[in-house]
């Protein structure tokens, strides 16, 4: 039997499947067919914030989550340089007493 384990001769679920439905159980959603892809219509209480999801494998597990924005995009949300901006002036390195070491 898939999914069941041997334990002093008797068979029961695994422990991980009692880990995900403990409490009032799991919500669940419906799988439809959307032209040639799968899709899964999410409830309410699980809906995302943004227009795109990451979608991934964890094991068994399929996971989405809201797309993580590019370093690009981080940086293009950066405000510039003010204009009165001055850079600092490059100057020589310390001089270092290494003798010590030695």
């Known amino acids: 039997m898939m999914g069941t384990a ?3 001769g008797r068979r029961r679920k695994p ?3 009692h880990v995900y439905t403990l409490g009032a159980g799991m919500t669940t959603a419906r799988v439809f067919k959307s032209g040639n ?3 899964v219509r999410l409830p309410k209480e699980f809906r995302f914030e943004s227009s795109e999801v990451e979608i991934f494998r964890r094991g068994n597990e399929v996971v ?3 797309k993580r924005p590019s370093l690009t995009e981080l940086l293009e949300k950066l405000e510039p340089w003010p204009e009165d901006f001055e850079e ?3 100057s020589p390195p310390q001089g270092r007493d290494f003798s ?3």
């Open 37 to 39: 892809s799968q899709a």
């Open 88 to 90: 600092p002036a490059d």
């Open 64 to 66: 989405l989550r809201e």
């Open 100 to 102: 010590s070491l030695l």
């Open 15 to 17: 422990y991980t499947r």
């Open 6 to 8: 041997a334990v002093c």
